[in-house]
């Protein structure tokens, strides 16, 4: 007898070119089958109770982030593995990659057993770390990369800074390569971007504040691609913001480097202007209750928003497999941190439970399909790291996603699960809405019980279906 029956729901499978309406078999927390069309009604009497009715609704692989920002250790005031993996599983995502740059660090067996235990005691979904490049973040000497591998680390990044010295960076890359795990850089030339706290043109002018250049991500990924195809490994370039990454991303692919690429909800359908308040100002309707004051430090992030030439850019890599993954950068921060003039606020935007809904905007507008919006938070994800998940096919874990591409609804910061309540969003009418999600057959968000749907999830427990 199988655990659960998702019925009639519009099954999408980027990792098999599957696109039908029927239904999907859960047994054991793996992926028994897919029936398209459905099972008639004496079978799955027979077979099965509970199931849920996916009916006017797509059902996928459970949603991987690559890059979120879980806190833990050191500012649980911010965010919490218990808090962050909740609002992943609110957002859809069954499956979470946590940066290192906590407090202390991700740089040892210690602290990677400590985010390990945690996240077996209180994670609502699973939860993948990823180690620093070298120790404490400083950018002068390697971590113990191969233990740290094999404790579990499945990438390395100083994330929120970049490794400055080039002899270094060789070196992590050729470790990359013996270990097998991708090193991940964020791009930012750190003197030329010193003091910016936004997109440098001619609205930060307007603004008086002072310009982060597009240059200072293109220099770093230039050097990253050159070290590449010099010495091997295994490279994935984070938030990529810029045109100039992106054809730099796209000719070193086309030379056939081993290089994997991920852009954020954020630059891909936000812009510099949404700064001095002006949303939706290139051709993507956002609806939102109220207008937004100009320096509203929830826009604030790094790398900063663009200009719409940029986010057309980024599309277009989706479109054509440069940039192979959407990844969150979901960056929880304090009240405190954002509440204050723009120059002082902290960079982030909290993302894991809009992550859907906005991307479904370029969906709605035909710039890009269902299919590849899946593709890249599923498989496309999933094989940058090598993972087993993100697909269904047979003996796979059962991850699933279960969203209403057509469901409306207001973004609230107040009722977000996580901490952070940071996000330009707030106020906005979108469409798209995740209902449920099922981590290895056990579902641990489901809203408005439907066919047996398991009710809202309050508290970060996980609830059985009915």
Known sequence: MYE??????????????????????????????????????????CEARPSLDASGSIVCPGFIDLHTHLREPGYEEKETIATGTLAAAIGGFTTVCCMPNTNPAIDTLATIDHVRRAAEAMASIRVLPIAAITKKREGKELTEMGELARAGAIAFSDDGRPVPNSRIMRYALEYSRMHGRPIISHCEDIELAKDGVMNESVVAVKLGLKGIPAAAEDIIVAREIALLEAFGGRLHIAHVSSTGAVEMIRRAKEK??????????????????????????????????????PYNTDTKVNPPLRAAAD???????????????????????TIVDKQCEYDQAEFGISGLETALASLMILVHRGEIDANLLVRKLTIGPARVMDLPFGTFKKGAPADVAIFNPDEEWTVEPGRFASKGKNTPLAGMRLRGKVVCTIVAGKVVYGERARGGMATRLETGQAVNVQ
Do not use: C
């Not at 009639?8 to 098999?16: A, E, K, L, V, W």
């Not at 859960?26 to 459905?38: L, M, T």
């Not at 599309?315 to 929880?332: E, K, M, R, Y």
């Open 311 to 333: 986010a057309r850019a980024l599309i277009q890599g989706l479109v054509d497999g440069t940039i192979d993954a959407v990844a969150t950068d979901h960056a929880p921060h």
């Open 4 to 45: 659960l029956i998702v019925k009639n729901g519009r099954i999408i499978d980027p990792s098999q070119d599957m696109d039908v309406v029927g239904d999907l078999l859960i047994r054991e927390g793996k992926i028994e089958s897919i029936v398209p069309g459905g099972l008639n009604d004496a079978r799955a009497d």
């Open 256 to 293: 056939g480097l081993a290089l994997t690429a991920e852009a954020t909800p954020h630059h891909l359908t936000l812009t510099e202007d949404w700064v001095a308040g002006q949303r939706g100002n290139w051709g993507l309707e956002f609806p939102y209750l109220g207008a937004m004051a």
